[in-house]
């Protein structure tokens, strides 16, 4: 693999010898490199990525994507007096220009400058880090407001459409391929007694009372980079399903994930909630960097796109269930009804909530 490496990066515009390869095995879907190369100026490391192509079919559009967000990114730090080394990824192009480079076998690979003296976490230690990390999504959000939309290319169609999430689930209740249908009954009617919450934000999107913007669509905790000195959140990384998009996808989805008491998969469903001081300490991050760009009716909905977002997952939980387990790995036979059960669990607490979540929303 290393002698396939170093092809592969010989083909980029990088002054030296690669030394050394350090596989990076957190990440699902990309398989990652960390490079070092030797140059006259001493090492240097670089991300190698190879895309895939199973889930993102159109690496051209992909590419040009990042290629054109971090770009518009440095533009902004750099008139912030900022460091857009650090503050946003670096894409290294080709020896002949391109955003990645092609092998024989059509694998499609592309290099990051490396973002030295920083780290990720997988997990929440205190409500300060869960404050830097709205932080930073908020800063990405508000350098963004004003980018060019529509030179945006959609990578995954409907990502975030929760309404014709809830259609699909609708079909793969018809369908019951695995005959599932019989032993999710109450999980079904739960979903059911909220099919007008699926279509909120698709309804408010056709009557144009909420904006389209630049939105990563995977804001999870480990997708920030945090510096080893100052421990602020300073780059938000993995920008693949960056496209366009509503605010309150990435905002609810990160609370969702973040601030849950419990794993996506947990059986104890007594373990599931919102953590109300995670919430705040987000929201209080995300608002102090990202506020004065959001709409008030944006704003108004930030507690409720938690409670939707968590819906969402459930939809996509069961419907993968119904339908034999397709999409979502799995580590046992009905890990995905887990999954959906503790989805469940989550917006069930987070109705009880709301009335708490919007007062703490209001109060910052």
């Known amino acids: 693999m290393n ?4 092809g592969i990066i010989n083909s980029f515009d990088i002054p030296g010898e690669p030394v050394s390869f350090d ?31 199973f889930v993102f079919k159109n690496p051209d559009e992909l ?28 894409v290294i192009k080709t020896k002949d220009g391109r955003n990645y480079f092609k092998t024989d076998k059509n694998d499609c690979w592309r ?26 999504f908020g800063i990405f959000q508000r350098l963004l407001s004003d980018y060019p939309i529509d030179s945006l290319f959609e990578t995954i169609p409907d990502f975030h459409n929760t309404e014709k999430r809830y259609e699909s689930l609708e079909k793969a209740i018809k ?14 009617e739960f979903i059911r007694q909220r099919k007008d919450d699926a279509r909120l934000f698709t309804d408010l999107l056709r009557k144009k009372e909420l904006p389209v ?18 421990d602020k959140g300073i780059c938000v990384i993995d920008l693949d399903t960056v496209m366009p998009g509503l605010s309150l996808y990435d905002f609810g989805d990160c609370i969702r994930y973040g601030a849950s008491t419990a794993k996506e998969d947990e059986k104890d469903l007594s373990r599931v909630s919102i953590d109300l001081d995670l919430f705040e ?25 938690v409670k939707i977002m968590t819906l969402e997952l459930a939809i996509r939980f069961l419907e993968d269930y119904l339908n034999g387990d397709e999409y979502f790995n799995i580590n046992y036979p009905d890990h995905n009804l887990a999954r959906t059960r503790t989805q469940i669990k989550l917006v069930a607490d987070i109705e009880k909530k709301l009335p708490q979540m919007e007062k703490i929303i209001n109060s910052l």
């Open 111 to 136: 290099v990051y400058s490396f973002v030295r003296d920083t780290y990720a976490l997988n997990s929440i230690d205190n409500p300060e880090i869960f404050y830097e990390t709205g932080r930073a």
């Open 63 to 90: 590419m040009e994507n990042i290629v054109n967000v971090t770009g518009f990114l440095k533009e902004k730090i750099r008139k912030n007096g900022g460091d857009e080394n650090r503050e946003t990824l670096t």
């Open 213 to 230: 913007r630049v939105t990563h669509n995977d804001t999870k905790l480990n997708n920030i980079l945090f510096d080893k000195k100052t």
């Open 23 to 53: 596989a990076i095995t957190d990440g699902h879907i990309n398989r990652t490199y960390k490079v070092e190369v030797e140059t006259e100026n001493g090492s240097e490391f670089f991300l190698v990525q190879r895309i895939n192509t």
């Open 3 to 6: 002698e396939e490496l170093t």
């Open 175 to 188: 369908n019951n391929r695995a005959n599932r249908v019989g032993e999710v009954e109450k999980e079904i």
């Open 281 to 305: 300490a987000y929201s209080k991050g995300y608002l102090e960097a990202a506020g004065q760009s959001l709409t008030e009716k944006e704003k108004s909905l930030l507690a409720v796109s």
